[in-house]
């Protein structure tokens, strides 16, 4: 089997790729608090050449709203910068059933006005016969709101939702996102969503890059963009499911021990601590032979004898990634993960 290795850059990332296609919550910023270095490190990618895109499977916020927000941390973003997950989701919707046809909506103001611009009827009502139910995050979501879906689906609407994120950073901590809600209706109906329009799927990174060149620009080659995001189950997967490169920031919900367990499907291109990683050249990790890897001047050893990985530095993002290299190399070639003692860093 072919392990799915990390790659290196000669380059730092701003000039390697030509557009970034970033994620917000748990990257840019958490809630309503911005994410260390963020800010600064958009800044200067954007100054080397680098064009920016933010992708975000939250359906609650007006992309005009989350552009004012970005710009309240002095970046320079306009709202068609931001692909949320309700542009995507009333397109997709708008793609499945007949023109002018009812659709349940349960979800912010946002969700609601991108699935009227498709040229949908906005119904609240399960009684009002809809053809589909589309599902997305918002904090005001009550009871009677999941209810009113549950009846609609049982009676036969397509079930669509914006996104299976389970969790969603806030200012407190990590919260229930859009996935937590969604399971409450699949488990009062038994029926799964049809389709999501969020990350995993990859359609939010190619609408970024097509809604890109609709203001002007040369619609930017898959090979030329680079993913990034702080979670493995969406930002990630989507990378990998559409054929782009990615970038793991440990900013958000993704850590360490996560990253050495990946499977293949969910493993990115690139391992870094923060954004600051745009501005710099990515080490490739070497394979030293005998499950001994080594990264610029740090490395990790897998040993199944003891069933170990160890690192020279539990404090570098280099040793970081050899680690993660060993994991991956390991788990290809049939090693029961669950069994071997990780390392633990504090990066």
């Not at 009684?127 to 609609?152: C, K, L, R, S, Y």
């Not at 939010?204 to 493995?232: Q, T």
């Not at 391992?271 to 005998?290: C, H, K, T, W």
């Amino acid at each position: 089997m072919t392990t799915r290795l990390l790659k290196g850059t000669t380059k730092p990332l701003a000039e390697t790729y030509q557009l970034a296609l970033l994620d917000l919550d748990g990257v840019v910023y958490r809630g309503k608090n911005p994410v260390e270095h963020a800010a600064d490190s958009i800044r200067a990618a954007e100054r080397a050449g680098m064009t920016i895109e933010y992708t975000t499977n939250n359906s609650s916020r007006f992309q005009r709203v989350v552009a004012d927000q970005l710009r309240g941390f002095d970046l320079d973003v306009e709202p068609w910068q931001v692909i949320t997950s309700s542009v995507v989701a009333a397109r997709m919707v708008a793609k499945a059933v007949p023109a002018g046809s009812t659709v349940l909506v349960v979800g912010a103001e946002h969700l609601r006005e991108e699935v009227t611009r498709a040229g949908l009827v906005v119904t609240d009502d399960p009684q009002a016969h809809p053809t589909a139910v589309i599902q997305g995050w918002f904090p005001e979501m009550t009871w009677q709101m999941m209810a009113n879906a549950a009846f609609a689906v049982e009676a036969g609407a397509t079930y669509f939702v914006t996104n299976r994120d389970l969790t969603i950073p806030r200012e407190l901590g990590i919260a229930p996102g859009c996935g937590s809600m969604i399971r409450a209706v699949i488990a009062a109906t038994g029926v799964e969503p049809v389709a999501s329009a969020g990350k995993p799927e990859s359609f939010m990174y190619d609408e970024a890059r097509e809604l890109n060149a609709s203001e002007g620009f040369d619609l930017v080659p898959k090979e030329h963009s680079i993913a990034i995001g702080d979670r493995l189950d969406t930002d990630i997967e989507a990378g990998n499911r559409g054929g782009y490169d990615s970038l793991a920031v440990l900013t958000g919900v993704t850590n360490p021990h996560e990253l050495m367990l990946a499977p293949a499907h969910l493993r990115p291109t690139y391992i870094a601590p923060d954004l600051r990683a745009l501005g710099e050249v990515m080490p490739e990790p070497v394979d030293q032979g005998g499950g001994r890897w080594t990264c610029g001047e740090a490395s990790a050893a897998f040993d199944a004898a003891s069933g170990t990985i160890a690192v020279s530095d539990a404090t570098s993002v280099d040793a970081l990634r050899a680690a993660v290299c060993a994991a991956w190399q390991a788990a290809d070639s049939g090693t029961d993960m669950s069994a071997i003692d990780l390392p633990e860093f504090a990066l």
